[in-house]
């Protein structure tokens, strides 16, 4: 998620105006922008009691900026500097979370012909100061009143092709970087939550304390009217997209021999349709700037000899370059076959953007081995974890159970030891596939993991 601060809690502000037309070629270039707009902040937000006890919305504008990939500041001049209540509203935010190796980049703008060049550079030294890493094109508004239309938009040519070109090397910087440290890597998966539309996806992701999303894509095909706003939407709650998922067609869970027959890729009569949907949800998922797309790619053969091997090898590496060919990657989830047969796939497979999104809990349903160990095993490979906690079956060849984070046989503590020897710094997304209140089992887990982590 990408945020725009304006800079002025002056109402009606022309920076305001720039801000809503600089958020419109974000749009554009599919990247929808979160807006902190300091002019609805309730005035007690800058009270000198704002820097012990943070108003609630303080609190959530700071939580988004925490949360945002990129920051775009965009600022007016006021007596050759930025406006007091940016400078306010910089000192209350987290030191050093905030800005820590968080790209930014800036606009400025002035009635005067100097553009808002000296607030920008006194922000710029702020923000050094902060540890930002700071796109270095910057552009200038002078004269902002004649710039402006009747309607409030920007009529400058020349103006629109420089911001239209900061925004896309910007958005292409903040992707060559790693998320700054702050960003909370836990996410929920939309369909754990089972919503018939965003605004419910995002009202029930509110329940869970959790501020992210790994999306499924299919309903973004399938149901396009329903589901077109969803970046829209996030972005405006200030809900981060982590990645995607999709489910191929025909896939029956009933008993393990059933979806050992339907799951991913492996099936003949659907792999047509599969194909056309993997080429439909790659476009999806670049137009929602995700870099990361997981399914269950079916029941990989341990054995190369198996014919089914060269079949899915051929089928499985065809997906891969296609979603290469979009900038994408890919991620198996894990539990289907044990570690070392998951790895001796990827090896033969040898494709640099496909790896493995690890879910602890699969490998105690489908009974394959032990969680700690595969993570070791499958370590070069994880791109993302999901948090799912499970109880193996006692019966050989059933389903196991799976339950709430925390409740399992996940053994939760070695669990993120290992991440942390691996150097894991992926995406944590809860799953839950069970039950009738994912909110609060959701919510439950975060507690869980959130004391375990302290
Ligand atoms: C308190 C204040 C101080 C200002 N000082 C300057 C200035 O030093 N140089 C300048 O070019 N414009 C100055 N302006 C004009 C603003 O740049 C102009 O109002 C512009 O529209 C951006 O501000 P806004 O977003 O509040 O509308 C000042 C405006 C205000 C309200």
Redesign the pocket.
């Known amino acids: 998620m990408i945020s725009l601060l304006i800079g002025?809690n002056?109402p009606?502000?022309?920076?305001?105006?720039?801000a809503r037309h600089i958020v419109d070629l974000y749009s554009a270039l599919g990247e929808p922008v979160h807006v902190i707009d300091l002019a609805q902040l309730p005035p007690d937000s800058f009270q000198g009691s704002s820097y012990a006890t943070k108003s609630p919305a303080v609190q959530a504008a700071g939580d988004a900026v925490l949360q945002s990939r990129g920051l775009i500041v965009v600022t007016?001049?006021?007596?050759?500097?930025f406006?007091g209540a940016l400078k306010y509203f910089i000192d209350l935010l987290p030191f050093p979370a905030a800005f820590e190796r968080r790209p930014v980049v800036f606009i400025g703008?002035?009635?005067?012909?100097?553009?808002?060049l000296?607030p920008v550079e006194q922000l710029q030294a702020i923000f050094s100061y902060r540890n930002a890493h700071i796109y270095p094109e910057r552009v200038f508004i002078?004269g902002?009143?004649k710039v402006l239309g009747p309607d409030g938009r920007i009529q400058d040519e020349r103006i629109l092709a420089r911001l239209t070109r900061q925004a896309s090397g910007f958005l292409k910087f903040v992707r060559s970087l790693p998320p700054a440290p702050s960003i909370n890597r836990t996410a929920v998966c939309s369909w754990s939550l089972q919503p018939a539309s965003p605004a419910e996806l995002l009202s029930s992701l509110s329940g869970t304390g959790v501020r992210a999303l790994q999306l499924h894509l299919d309903p973004l095909r399938e149901q396009p009217v329903v589901w077109a706003d969803t970046a829209r939407l996030c972005a405006q709650q200030g809900v981060r997209l982590v990645s995607g998922m999709m489910t191929t067609v025909g896939e029956d869970y009933s008993t393990l021999d059933t979806i050992r027959v339907t799951g991913g890729v492996v099936p003949d009569a659907t792999w047509e349709q599969n194909w056309k949907n993997f080429e439909a949800n790659a476009r999806i998922a670049v137009h929602l700037g995700l870099r990361l797309v997981t399914l269950h790619a079916g029941f990989l053969p341990h054995d190369e000899s198996d014919p089914s091997f060269a079949k899915l090898l051929e089928r499985i590496g065809r997906i891969a370059d296609l979603f290469a060919m979009h900038g994408l990657e890919i991620s198996f989830e894990t539990g289907q076959e044990d570690a070392p047969s998951l790895r001796q796939f990827l090896t033969r497979l040898n494709r640099g953007n496909v790896g493995v999104n690890f879910d602890p809990a699969n490998m105690l349903l489908y009974d394959k081995g032990d969680p700690v160990a595969a993570l070791r095993t499958l370590a070069p490979w994880i791109r993302q974890v999901h948090l799912k906690d499970a109880r193996r079956t006692q019966t050989p060849g059933t389903w196991g159970e799976e339950v709430v984070v925390g409740t399992g046989e996940v053994d939760w503590s070695a669990f993120f030891d290992t991440l942390n020897e691996i150097d894991f710094r992926g995406n944590l997304c809860f799953e839950r596939e069970a039950g009738t209140q994912r909110v609060a089992d959701v919510a439950d887990g975060r507690e869980y993991i959130e004391k375990l982590r302290g």
Do not use: Q
């Open positions: 002025t002056r009606d502000s022309n920076t305001a105006r720039v007016p001049e006021y007596n050759g500097s406006p703008l002035a009635a005067g012909e100097w553009g808002g000296r002078p902002v009143y």
